[in-house]
């Protein structure tokens, strides 16, 4: 199996199709970390993320010839299988909806730049589950491209092929989760002030 | 560089994504000057520290140890199961094919069976055939048919078939007219009467057809002109086998 770790996806994925176990074992040390954190960030949930991980590889035994390595990489493919996955799984147990605000009023704010470095890890922790909320609470679409593209560190090119559309739209999508977390995040006297932040803006030339 | 141009820039600019070193110069002398743009970067770079941090923390969170046993035993059983699935479905393609071919053979059968009408079936039975094959012909004259009838009184019967065949297109004609009448038809879902279930419409019956005063519509929550209150309207009764009526729809 040590020659293996030198093959590429494609390769192992050959290998893995035409029977090959260590194969399986390889491409599956490789990418269920990422299919697996991709799932829990998108669903919030341990046990989707697990079903979900394990559907994507029993999918990849299947049907793993339906992978086109002109359309993008291994990891993207999964990432996709994975997306598809974890939104009909949210669609049967009506998660798609966003998590009411009521845990976002919490007056929970996150610390500006200067504060950070010098919080204690309780308020790290504070910070982390902060936003990990407001990531959750995002509508799907804006979700996914957060998780990708700020959490997964997915190139645009990369997410476009994940999602199956534009970067143009990976951009603006992204664009707009960023609005919506910042207003999340931010105080509710200042919620307001950041929805119009762009015609603000759009006055000011200095 | 406008504050416009800026807040195309500012999320990139927080994210330390790759771009070009004077757009970048250019983004990072305007916050200087401005201090809403500024704000804004600061927030952008908060929000890029928040997201890294929930990204580092979940960096290390992976898979549970078991389900790479469960995808390797489950790999390894869809190795064995592939090969012995392989010969019944063999068998059931053959199956499936013989099956398809006797379906397609007997829907032809039946429908030649079914394109023979009655009339042609009765003429077959009849015992005086031979009259009407002499009147069945298409261009047939009718003088000579006057004169045919005219020779024997005891074939009155077979003129029945005789002038149905002598015009198909007469014959078709009422058929043709009720099947464009139905189709022309508009007609609601049957509506289960009384205490009927909808699933008692399943055990068929007869449909009758009736007319109801326009008011009757109302029992069923259909909308109706008081203008027209006293019209009639056409509608379909399902009488079940025990003589009950199950169901009703109308016909526009």
Redo the contacts between chains.
């Keep these: 199996m040590t020659h293996k770790k030198d093959l590429s996806d494609d390769q192992l994925l050959r290998l893995?199709l035409a029977?090959d176990?260590d194969a399986?074992?390889q491409l599956?040390?490789r990418r269920?970390?990422s299919?697996?954190?991709f799932a829990?960030?998108m669903s919030g949930s341990t046990s989707i993320?697990?079903d979900v991980?394990?559907e994507v590889?029993?999918f990849l035994?299947?049907e793993g010839n339906v992978f086109d390595p002109a359309r993008g990489s291994v990891g993207a493919f999964l990432l996709g299988v994975a997306r598809n996955h974890v939104l009909r799984r949210l669609r049967v147990e009506h998660l798609l909806s966003p998590l009411t605000d009521d845990h976002d009023d919490d007056g929970t704010v996150?610390?500006?730049?200067a504060e950070?470095g010098v919080l204690d890890d309780l308020t790290?922790a504070e910070?982390?589950e902060?936003?990990?909320r407001a990531?959750l609470s995002l509508p799907p679409k804006y979700r996914e491209v957060?998780v990708l593209c700020?959490?997964?560190?997915v190139s645009y090119v990369e997410a476009a092929e994940i999602l199956g559309c534009a970067i143009g739209t990976v951009r603006s999508r992204?664009?707009r989760a960023?609005a919506l977390?910042?207003a999340k995040?931010?105080p509710a006297e200042n919620a307001a002030d950041a929805n119009s932040?762009?015609v603000?803006?759009?006055?000011?030339?200095? | 560089m406008?504050?416009?141009r800026?807040?195309s820039v500012v999320?990139e600019l927080a994210?330390a994504q790759m771009m070009e070193a004077d757009v970048r110069a250019e983004a990072l002398a305007?916050s200087d000057?401005?201090e809403?743009?500024l704000a804004?970067l600061?927030?952008?770079?908060?929000?890029?520290?928040?997201?890294?941090?929930?990204?580092a923390?979940?960096?290390s969170?992976?898979?549970?140890a078991e389900?790479?046993g469960?995808?390797?035993e489950?790999?390894?059983s869809?190795?064995v199961v592939v090969p012995i699935a392989a010969v019944p479905s063999r068998s059931r393609y053959w199956l499936v094919a013989i099956a398809a071919m006797l379906l397609i053979a007997m829907s032809a059968v039946a429908m030649w069976w079914r394109s023979e009408t009655p009339q042609q079936r009765l003429a077959e039975k009849a015992p005086a055939s031979k009259p009407v094959e002499t009147l069945s012909g298409p261009t047939q004259a009718a003088p000579k048919d006057v004169e045919f009838r005219a020779g024997g009184d005891n074939i009155v019967k077979p003129q029945a078939p005789k002038r149905v065949r002598q015009n198909p297109v007469a014959r078709r004609t009422p058929e043709t007219q009720m099947a464009n009448h139905v189709t022309n038809e508009i007609a609601t879902d049957f509506m289960p009467l009384g205490d009927m279930s909808p699933a008692s419409l399943q055990d068929g019956g007869q449909i009758v057809r009736v007319k109801l005063r326009r008011s009757a519509l109302i029992r069923f929550g259909f909308p109706v002109n008081m203008d027209r209150y006293n019209e009639n309207v056409k509608a379909d009764v399902l009488v079940g086998v025990d003589g009950l009526a199950r169901a009703i729809r109308f016909v526009q």
């Design positions: 893995m029977g176990e399986l074992a599956y040390c269920q970390a299919v697996y954190r829990l960030q993320a697990e991980t394990q590889f029993l035994m299947r996150l610390p500006s730049g950070l790290r910070t982390i902060t936003v990990r990531v957060v700020e959490l997964q560190d992204l664009h960023r977390l910042l995040l931010r932040a762009s603000k803006s759009a006055r000011c030339f200095a | 406008n504050c416009q800026f807040e999320a994210r305007h000057e401005c809403h743009c804004r600061r927030d952008e770079e908060t929000l890029t520290r928040g997201l890294r941090l929930l990204a923390d979940m960096e969170m992976s898979a549970p389900l790479e469960k995808l390797l489950a790999f390894r869809r190795s």
